[in-house]
């Protein structure tokens, strides 16, 4: 198999973590949707970039990464704002107790740095370790360890706030 058909079945199989990295990323799903597919065309563009002896998820979360990234910089160029918190959309079929705890953690992910916000969406939700996470966002790995244990207190503080 070459590599342009390893990584399409490899990106079929990663777009519920892209999704929900893209989601954690920008805070809402069109925000997200439209993150996703950006990372999806460039890394179909650049299959040939991937080395198999790579990790795929990490390459692309890399891609989604920097995709976002340039957003960023276009939003502030433009002077754009999101769209607000209550235009996002209930997904799935959870209990509403779940549901509420559910939107409790992403409004409180939502009040953390940008950086700290990559660190726990890397490491804590999309699995990557430290090393992995240190090397995608090109910092030491003390500097992951250092913002995940910052989020992680902010988180708790923010969450016994409600």
Sequence with gaps: MDSSNAVRDGLIELLPRLRRLARTLAGQAADADDLVQVALERALARADQWRPDARLDAWVFGILRNAWLDELRSRSRRQRVFAPEEAGEAVGEESAERRVQAMSVAAAMTRLPDEQREVVALVLVEGLSYRET??????????VTSRLARARAALQALLGEE
């Design 134 to 143: 240190a090397d995608l966002l090109e910092v030491p790995v003390g500097t």
